[in-house]
C-alpha cells in the first residue's frame, strides 16, 4: 500500500514565487489535512477537507490555498512564497469515524530564500 | 481552545534503561483522545500508543506503556528497555472524540527530543 504520498520531498523557492505541494491517498480516506511543522513547535493545522469539494481553514490558513477535486489528491498552493512559510509540511488522511487513526505523509521540506 | 505541554525540551536515556517523557493537557471536554508520535530523523510521523479518555485502564503497546491520569490532565510515555532505535523527537497529541471534520484536527505539543545513550 502507498498510504499517504507527497511530493516534492524537498523544495527551495525564492521569495515570491508560487508552489504547489502535491498530496495523493489511495485508501479511499474522506479527511486530509494539511500540517506544518516549525523548529520547537509541534505540527498546526493549515487546512482540512472532509470530502470532495469540501475544505475548510485550519490554525494558520493565512498565504496557503487548498482544493479538493477528487477523494485522492489534496493540493496545497503558495501562491506568492515568504521566508515565514519556510517549513516541513505534512499531509494526513483519516477514515471518517472518530475512532479511525490519522496516516501521514512523509514530509514536504520547504525553504523561501 | 485546546492546548497540550510537554515540558521536557530533552531527555536522555541509558539503553536498556527505562524512560518517562510527560505531558499535560487542557481541555473542557470529557471524551477525547490523546497520543503519542514518534518522529525519528527520518521524518516520519509515526503513531506509538493511543488512549481514549472514557477507559480507564492505561494502554500498553509493548515495551511502551502511557500513565494516564484524567482529573490531573496528565499523559506520560514510558519507554522501557530502552533501544537506540527509540532516540526520536516525541510528540504528544490530543484530539476531539467526535465524529466530523473539525473535530479531527490534531492538537500537539511542541515535542521532547530523546537520546538514548549506548
Known amino acids: 500500500n502507498a498510504g499517504v504520498t507527497q511530493t516534492p520531498k524537498f523544495q527551495v523557492l525564492k521569495t515570491g514565487q508560487s508552489m504547489t505541494l502535491q498530496c495523493a491517498q489511495d485508501?479511499?480516506?474522506?479527511?486530509m489535512s494539511w500540517y506544518r511543522q516549525d523548529p520547537g513547535m509541534g505540527l498546526r493545522l493549515i487546512h482540512y477537507?472532509?470530502?470532495?469539494?469540501?475544505?475548510d481553514q485550519g490554525e494558520v490558513p493565512n498565504g496557503y490555498n487548498v482544493s479538493r477535486s477528487t477523494t485522492e489528491d489534496f493540493p496545497l498552493r503558495l501562491l506568492s512564497a515568504a521566508p515565514s512559510q519556510t517549513s516541513v509540511y505534512f499531509c494526513?488522511?483519516?477514515?471518517?469515524?472518530?475512532?479511525?487513526?490519522?496516516?501521514f505523509g512523509d514530509g514536504t521540506r520547504l525553504s523561501i530564500l | 481552545a485546546q492546548t497540550v505541554t510537554q515540558s521536557q525540551p530533552e531527555m536522555s536515556v541509558q539503553e536498556a534503561e527505562t524512560v518517562t517523557l510527560s505531558c499535560t493537557y487542557d481541555?473542557?471536554?470529557?471524551?477525547?483522545?490523546l497520543f503519542w508520535y514518534k518522529q525519528p530523523p527520518s521524518r516520519q510521523m509515526i503513531l506509538v500508543i493511543r488512549?481514549?479518555?472514557?477507559?480507564?485502564q492505561n494502554a500498553t503497546e509493548n515495551r511502551f506503556s502511557v500513565n494516564f491520569q484524567k482529573a490531573a490532565k496528565s499523559f506520560s510515555l514510558k519507554i522501557s528497555d530502552s533501544q537506540l532505535g527509540d532516540a526520536a523527537m516525541y510528540f504528544c497529541?490530543?484530539?476531539?472524540?467526535?465524529?466530523?471534520?473539525?473535530?479531527?484536527?490534531?492538537?500537539f505539543g511542541k515535542g521532547t527530543l530523546l537520546t538514548v545513550n549506548p
Open positions: 494526513a488522511s483519516k477514515k471518517g469515524g472518530s475512532n479511525q487513526p490519522q496516516h
Open positions: 485508501m479511499n480516506h474522506e479527511y
Open positions: 477537507s472532509v470530502g470532495a469539494g469540501i475544505t
Open positions: 481541555t473542557s471536554e470529557s471524551d477525547y483522545y
Open positions: 488512549q481514549e479518555a472514557y477507559k480507564q
Open positions: 497529541a490530543y484530539r476531539r472524540a467526535l465524529s466530523g471534520g473539525s473535530n479531527y484536527k490534531l492538537t
